[in-house]
T-cell receptor, first 115, second 111 residues
Framework: KAGVTQTPRYLIKTRGQQVTLSCSPI?????VSWYQQTPGQGLQFLFE???????NKGNFPGRFSGRQFSNSRSEMNVSTLELGDSALYLC??????????????FGPGTRLLVL | AQTVTQSQPEMSVQEAETVTLSCTYD???????LFWYKQPPSRQMILVIR??????QNATENRFSVNFQKAAKSFSLKISDSQLGDTAMYFC????????FGTGTRLTVIP
């Protein structure tokens, strides 16, 4: 079974621009979660989508948004980029949302650099 | 609110030796899950081991085992017979609808 894939792997943007990142979960998984990883803040939860609905959201500003399609692929969008948005963005997929000890499977991440 | 603390930013261990990574957490929940995830350099993060708080027996996965002390809210990871492939960032995580991660411990296995 193919693992979680994320595109693009690397991205350079300038302040004020917007960006869209994509995540394709493992086949059959209906939940996709997004995390931001930075050296200063570590790994922080952004949001989770399950069956095309946002089920859970972390403490990030409204510039961060996402969606999920009927094939469970998910996109996250960041508008009006700031320097502090430079990070590794990870997505993780699971069958039912990673609850009750369910394993989440992580993608390789998209490294975003904002100049 | 859930918090996860890893107090050892970096550790090193000689190949074939044993190392223990520390993790403490804070929660008001009674039943929950704890995890250790491993993030090798430039590679994907993978699950190492999980522990259900309801179970008293410590989880074991081959060379990896945990010391779970529920009352002390402590969840340490022991790696036995360390191998070069164990070199990675190790994250302790608490599940509460989503994963709350600690700041990680960078482990280097020295040949």
């Amino acid at each position: 079974k193919a693992g979680v894939t994320q595109t693009p792997r690397y991205l350079i943007k300038t302040r004020g621009q917007q960006v869209t990142l994509s995540c394709s979960p493992i086949s059959g998984h209906r939940s996709v979660s997004w995390y931001q990883q930075t050296p200063g803040q570590g790994l922080q939860f952004l949001f989770e989508y399950f069956s095309e609905t946002q089920r859970n959201k972390g403490n990030f500003p409204g510039r961060f948004s996402g969606r999920q399609f009927s094939n469970s692929r998910s996109e996250m969008n960041v508008s009006t980029l700031e320097l502090g948005d430079s990070a590794l963005y990870l997505c993780a997929s699971s069958l039912a949302g990673g609850r009750h000890g369910e394993t989440q499977y992580f993608g390789p991440g998209t490294r975003l650099l904002v100049l | 609110a859930q918090t996860v603390t890893q107090s050892q930013p970096e550790m090193s261990v000689q190949e074939a030796e044993t190392v223990t990574l520390s993790c403490t957490y804070d929660t008001s929940e009674n039943n929950y899950y704890l995890f250790w995830y491993k993030q090798p350099p430039s590679r994907q993060m993978i699950l190492v081991i999980r522990q259900e708080a309801y179970k008293q027996q410590n989880a074991t996965e081959n060379r990896f085992s945990v010391n779970f002390q529920k009352a002390a809210k402590s969840f340490s990871l022991k790696i036995s017979d360390s191998q070069l492939g164990d070199t990675a960032m190790y994250f302790c995580a608490f599940e509460a609808n989503n994963l709350f991660f600690g700041t990680g411990t960078r482990l280097t296995v020295i040949p």
